[in-house]
């Protein structure tokens, strides 16, 4: 029987090794790494699971960053009472989030883990910037919209439209300051953990291919032998590019270390798009039914891999290498 998705999570989070309890901002490569590896083989076994974890992790990094003592301390408890978290960013066209005298009314789009999770950090638009607030939705239930999530594949992260209206907040819900949600290094730099999601993703394109052709004694053909090697040189080329950037990224600063990250954004893309291909080649037909492990892998590894911007990620990359900030070495 599969695991509902909010259960998984909560067992993902009580079960993962953080080098630091509950996840705080990495102090230190080792600690970077730890984050990394645990989000890349979550992501390994089960990308929609992975997805919700990340934006669990995101979530619990900004508030102790810039919550208050009495914030925090709120957080804490909640964590330890098996609260999950997740960030709710995207605004809902034409009906934006807005806070009103302490009332909350507008909506979000793309809100992963809406009707799982037990708090969402949501924004909302002010003219300093734009507000988190830390939303306890059993408190402030939104209205979810489960139409609209009809994609091919990540249909497990329950990713919906949710709204508000007139909905009362309270005095600690707003997080930080306005502007604090964007701040640098976290807001560009906080991509490299959905990265290793997708790295793990690959890696699983390797495994789920690697299975069929064993269980089907034909891992063994010349042709399938390449195309295993290949997929396995992917797989390893993602994670190696994850792993770079984490254990360079308390030796860099300022625009050189928000370029790496987006570089390996690029690099983990490219190969999980090539692994896709060869993956379908070597399994074939039966890759493509629904119950085949592969199926699934493939299906939502292309959905999550759209995250938006990848053309202003290779702006930043080349301007960096123009700039001389970035240069090829080993």
């Known amino acids: 029987m599969t695991v509902p998705i909010g259960q998984a999570l909560r067992d993902a989070i009580r079960d993962a090794e953080w080098d630091v309890q509950p996840v705080a901002d990495p102090v230190d490569s080792f600690e970077w790494l730890t984050l990394l590896r645990t989000l890349y083989a979550t992501g390994r076994r089960d990308l929609p699971l992975g997805r919700l974890l990340e934006g669990h992790v995101d979530a619990v990094q900004i508030v102790q960053r810039y919550g208050s003592d009495v914030q925090v301390a709120a957080l804490l408890a909640a964590l330890a009472g098996g609260a999950t978290l997740g960030v709710w960013n995207a605004g809902l066209p034409g009906a934006g989030l807005r806070m009103e005298d302490r009332r909350l009314t507008g909506g979000k789009s793309h809100a992963s883990g809406a009707g799982t999770l037990s708090h969402a950090l949501a924004t909302t638009d002010t003219p300093d910037g734009p507000q988190l607030l830390l939303l306890d939705l059993a408190r402030v239930p939104p209205t979810i919209d489960r139409d609209w999530w009809k994609t091919t594949g990540m ?34 730099g906080g991509a490299l953990r959905f990265v290793a999601v997708h790295a793990g993703g690959v890696a699983a394109l390797c495994d789920r291919t690697c299975d069929h052709l064993v269980a089907t004694d034909r891992a063994g053909d010349p042709f399938q032998s390449v195309r295993l ?32 990250v987006a570089a390996a954004r690029l690099t983990v893309t490219a190969a999980a798009e090539r692994a896709i291909v060869v993956a379908r080649e070597a399994v074939g037909l039966a890759g493509m039914f629904v119950g085949h492990p592969l199926a699934a892998t493939i299906a939502d590894l292309s959905v999550y891999l759209r995250q938006p911007a990848p053309d202003a990620q290779r702006l930043r990359v080349g301007g960096a290498v123009a700039a001389r900030l970035l240069s090829p070495a080993l």
């Open 155 to 188: 249909q497990r992260s329950e990713t919906h439209l949710v709204r508000w209206q007139d909905a009362p907040l309270r005095e600690n819900d707003p997080i930080g300051r306005p502007g604090d949600y964007p701040r640098e290094p976290f807001f560009s």
């Open 229 to 260: 090697a290949e997929l396995f040189a992917l797989a390893d080329t993602a994670a190696a590019a994850v792993r770079h950037v984490a254990s360079r990224w308390f030796e860099e600063d300022g625009e050189a270390r928000l370029a790496r």
